[in-house]
């Protein structure tokens, strides 16, 4: 079969010989051996490495050595002044010749893969960055495809940038005629990329990784391009339609051909200059590992915590959903560092979060809400999503500003149901259930009209919670037990786990202690299988709560102890307040009544620097309690008092009914009978309302027993 050549490919013979694709070394100087002078050009103890890769029929040597200046590219970064001590730099070296046989470019991205192992650069350097040229660019994109899997995502991360400059992402015409005079086979790899499937399948490896890259909201690796603008021998070798591969900035052109195009005369070249602020942009990202700084974030502010619920109603699935919408937070922070139009401070603002700090995160997170909002109804989505933002960072320790910033969010995005099931919760917090209730009840309306069954099952977990602070068992139970059914329908462990200890609680509210604990226990197997440690503690509480009631002192403390070494543990604050409470009512109960008092207080201290309410009131009343027992009547009554405005302020009428019977016992005590018969009566109707059966005996028999004391006084002395 005899070959034809056209005019264009005979007149561009020499050309292609000595310049084809890279044009970095002489063709009278052919590689009939492959090499491998791979080194690092000063071997210093850095955390960054920059990595060169030349290409087609190149070398380590003359690809990157401008011939009129003599300056050497890696020479150049590695003496600059402003990368010297902070970056290694290293230059691989692979065996391209024309004339003969060599490795394809799958086989020589492999074994340059292996190098970087061996060599150990992903342990040595903490950051890496690929300066590519040409064939070079698609060695290092197949050696990242690699790593973009479960095993190798650390790896791949660690890969801050990739430059690729003139690299034939679509091919290069002139591999068609190359490759009748050459034997390597790169040169076949190289063909146009609608006529190579090599090409094809990579570019679509890459784009894969750039799309996993975002979608799991990471920064790196970054990729950007340059092509030439001027003609090899003229003819354009990689121009833009072949340079074209997905960037995270557009294509930039610089004035050289394909050759000189990464051969910078001195430090003020255009290649170098851009190339080096690539790169120093990549370093000055931040990857924040949202794990570490969310656990930053708790211990630094563990202080103000204000959590959604206490110790009976906290739950594992809610706390895990306001992670969520805390990590959401700080990832979308992170990616704002490489927008056009980033906001000033942005990093530095990502820097402080890494350190627990949020406020110049919501600053940041303010003013976009602002802005947006200020640009009308077309910018309004993305107003609430900063809106929710800022609420998700100040959820924790401004409950004020997490608020205003979720009901800004809800007003302006009515149809995204996580601003409505955290407004519902903060609500919760501050003690406004009738508008908590109308916030879960629009998320089941979101979940009925997407016909998604986890929101359904959300908003009834918060309903049922919102009926059992006001103590209307009923509609609580029916709730958990609506959301128990979809959970187990969903195969949802987390739900479900949640919705047995609510269940517990419930039933133990209503004194049916033996069905309370069987729900406790399942919670319990299931926190342990999902490994939560905090769903434990909670859990060993609720038990002990349970064992305290029934009279078995040491199992109950048994379970506090448990629970007050998972939170010290967690650097859980709230939880530890909660135990200093009950241990304080054990002490109480034995008659230890310092040691009692002492508990007591330390709760308070802490739920007062928590602002939480419903832990203060508790406090109170138990502190009205153990006054009460040593006959300080006056402190026990200011006690009950402050204990009833909080639980009024929060509408549990429960524990309203429970601060009248005491208020009761007080003036009972005292003598002051009209006023305990009234406090009597109010807790009678609370207790019946509510459904609490052993409660309501309770306090019947108390009113009897007054109103028999009061027969007696009123009967006159027989003389």
Known sequence: MSLTITRRAASCLFLVVATLVCCTTSWAQS??????????????????????????????????????????????????????????????????????????????????????????????????????????????????????????????????????????????????????????????????????????????QWQNLLRDRDQARHLFPRSYCAYETQATFGMMVVNRIYATSQCDLNPIAIDRNHSDIVKPKDREDDTYRWTKARIQEAANLIEIDVEAALEAYKRKRQQELAMLRDKKQAELFEKETWKKAYKEAIQTLGQKQVEPDKPPGVSEAVRKLADGNTADAAEIFRKSLARKKAEGHGANQEAAEAGRHLGALAFLHDTQTALEAYREAVSLDPNHWGGWIQLGRLLVRVGDLEDAKLAFEKVMELGEAQNDPTLTAMSKIGLGNVHLIRGDFE????????????????????????????????????????????????????????????????????????????????????????????????????????????????????????????????????????GHKEGLAQNYSNLGLLYQTRGELEQAKEMHQQSLTLHQALGIKVRMAKNYQNLGNVYYIRGELEQAETMY?????????????????????????????????SEPVKK
């Not at 046989?101 to 492999?110: H, P």
């Not at 038990?543 to 007050?564: C, T, W």
């Open 475 to 610: 509609e609580a139970e029916t709730m958990f037990q609506q959301s128990v059914a979809l959970f187990q329908e969903l195969g949802d462990k987390e739900g479900l786990a949640a919705n047995y200890a609510n269940l517990g609680n419930l039933y133990r509210s209503r004194g049916a202690l033996e069905q309370a604990e069987a729900m406790y226990l399942q919670s319990v197997a299931l926190h342990q299988a999902l490994g939560s440690k905090e769903g434990l503690a909670a859990n060993y509480t609720n038990l002990g709560n349970l064992y305290a009631v029934r009279g078995a002192l040491d199992q109950a403390k048994a379970m506090y102890l448990q629970s007050v070494g998972l939170y010290q543990e967690l650097g859980h604050k709230e939880g530890l307040a909660s135990q200093y409470t009950n241990l304080g009512n054990l002490y109480q109960i034995r008659g230890a009544l310092e040691q009692a008092e002492a508990m007591y207080l330390q709760s308070v201290v802490l739920n007062k620097a928590l």
């Open 31 to 204: 590689h009939e051996q492959a090499t491998d002078h791979s080194r690092f050009i000063t071997d210093r103890s850095a955390k960054r490495v920059i990595v060169f890769i030349h290409g087609i029929f190149g070398d380590a040597n003359k690809a990157w050595l401008n011939s009129d200046t003599q300056a050497y590219w890696p020479d150049l970064f590695d003496q600059d002044p402003d990368l010297r001590e902070k970056y290694a730099v290293y230059v691989v070296d692979y065996g391209s010749p024309f004339v003969s046989r060599a490795s394809t470019i799958e086989e020589v991205a492999i074994r340059i893969h292996q190098q970087l192992v061996d060599r150990q650069f992903f342990e040595r350097f903490k950051e890496i960055y690929f300066v590519t040229h040409s064939m070079g660019g698609l060695i290092a994109k197949r050696i990242l495809v690699e790593l973009n899997r479960p095993s190798e995502n650390q790896r791949l991360r660690q890969v801050r940038t990739v430059l690729f400059l003139s690299t034939p992402a679509q091919g290069a015409e002139l591999a068609d005629i190359g490759e009748w005079l050459s034997s390597n086979p790169q040169v076949e790899d190289l063909k146009p990329a609608d006529l190579k499937a090599f090409l094809q399948s990579l570019e679509n």
């Open 681 to 713: 009566q109010e807790s009678l109707d609370l207790f019946i309302k509510v459904g609490a059966t052993r409660r309501v005996e309770h306090v019947r028999r108390l009113l009897s027993d007054l109103n028999n004391l009061q027969l007696e006084n």
